[in-house]
């Protein structure tokens, strides 16, 4: 199939998979917000710098100072992409999942956590040992703020927080993340975003979306797996107790007067970070970073939007599909679209997708269960997957297909015409 709509070589794009129905095809990726195939800049860049990996932070050696340069080389690209602050921490993790447990572990204590139920499990469920306030889905950008403020508005004073998905892993859709943190700042609140799904798609600077916090996964970003972010304000991560303890966190431990120990724990991203890092993960995000400005997301964005263009109308034209939309047709959406089809058990039919067209889409409830009773108007008792997708799904599950800078038009073609036939 032809690559050259795409605007970003990605690996994999060549894989031939097998056809129930004999013969084989190119494997048409429509997976992109589980996991992104990795760009293939990325690929080459950590192919390049493998024979020269070594210990960071405490190695003599010549290859250990070039891994700690590039390490922290690797910090200041991913701050410089996401538009930090002076004073701003960049604390690599393994993923957003990861992200945002350290930052639920980092809040002072009292803190009042605010979410909307249409959260990805990753950001509906890490603050449940604070008080938390879940709020309703609303049902346009404009109810959302509306919704936050007067939630805040009813909150008692002390340490409140935010937490935002700036694009919706099943409908896809764009939330008003600027206006969702001045609600918070007018409040005195503070707010994270959670750009696991915005950031591979739109530009996510802090200054100009004047979020406190933002956290993504490499593997969403066109990197391998294992490595993420969190960023953002250093006053509440300095002042807490190291997500992790060990070395690489402590700047000086001693036996104390009282026989036990005293820890002096750094006050820079290291206190988040102890053990050896991911220095590979870490040079890799940095790599699709700087891959992703230099294509600049003018560019991604518009080849988005005939890609979406493309699926959309494709999709309108059947009459048994309904697309999942909190916010309606008109909404800003990133290349996620999750939709059932009258009549299709949803996970036959990704398999079908799977067997007779070899295109990869998601089915089940992408670990966003309630978001998914409201799309669908299913009770909260209803049977419920556990995983994005396992086993035998009931019929009332979605399918999820998703696309980014390495989709050429044929796949999704494909897809659209696979879906009519089917
Ligand atoms: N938030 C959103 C919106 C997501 O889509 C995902 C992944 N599906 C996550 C958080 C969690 O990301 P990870 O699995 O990389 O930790």
């Given at each position: ?241 190291p997500y992790l303890a060990g070395g690489g966190a402590s ?19 290291a206190r988040h970070e102890a053990g ?147």
């Amino acid at each position: 199939c032809s690559e050259e709509s795409a605007p970003l070589p990605v690996l994999g794009r060549d894989v031939r998979v097998p056809l129930v129905t004999g013969g084989e095809v190119t494997y048409g990726a429509l997976d992109y917000a589980a996991s992104a195939p990795a760009l293939q800049r990325v690929w080459d860049d950590v192919a390049a710098y493998a024979p020269y990996y070594g210990s960071v932070h405490r190695g003599a050696g010549h290859l250990s100072q070039l891994s700690t340069d590039l390490f922290e080389q690797s910090r200041r690209t991913v701050a410089e992409f996401l538009g930090c602050r002076e004073g701003d921490q960049v604390v690599f993790t393994r993923a957003t999942t990861d992200s945002l447990n350290l930052l639920a572990a980092a809040l002072p204590s009292g803190t009042r956590v605010f979410v909307f139920e249409t959260e990805h499990h990753a950001s509906l469920l890490p603050w449940r040992a604070h008080e938390v306030t879940y709020l309703d889905a609303p049902r346009s950008p404009e109810q959302a703020v509306a919704t936050l403020e007067s939630a805040l508005h009813a909150a008692p004073a002390g340490p409140k927080l935010v937490c935002v998905t700036g694009a919706s892993n099943v409908t896809g859709e764009v939330w008003p993340v600027r206006e969702l943190a001045r609600a918070a700042h007018r409040h005195g609140a503070r707010l994270v975003l959670d750009a696991a799904q915005l950031a591979p798609h739109r530009p996510v600077r802090l200054t100009e979306l004047e979020a406190d916090w933002v956290a993504f996964s490499g593997h969403k970003l066109y990197a391998p797996f294992g490595a993420g972010v969190l960023a953002g304000r250093a006053d509440w991560l300095c002042a807490a107790e190291p997500y992790l303890a060990g070395g690489g966190a402590s700047r000086r431990v001693a036996r104390a007067a009282d026989g036990g120990v005293d820890v002096e724990w750094h006050t820079t991203a290291a206190r988040h970070e102890a053990g050896s890092p991911n220095v590979i993960g870490a040079y890799a995000v940095a790599s699709a970073c700087r891959a992703l400005a230099e294509a600049g997301f003018e560019r991604l964005v518009a080849r988005e939007e005939e890609l979406l263009a493309r699926l959309v109308g494709g999709l309108a034209e059947l009459p048994e599909v309904r697309i999942l939309s909190l916010f309606g047709a008109d909404a800003d959406r990133v290349g996620v679209v999750s939709f059932v089809v009258e009549g299709w058990n949803s996970s036959h039919l990704a398999a079908a997708l799977s067997a007779e067209y070899g295109i990869g889409v998601r089915d089940g409830l992408f670990c966003a269960h309630p978001l998914l009773r409201t799309l669908l108007g299913q009770r909260g008792d209803a049977p419920a997957e556990c995983g994005e997708s396992a086993g035998e799904a009931p019929a009332s599950n979605a399918v999820r297909v998703s696309f980014g800078a390495g989709t050429p038009d044929e796949h999704v073609d494909r897809f659209v015409a696979a879906v009519r036939e089917l």
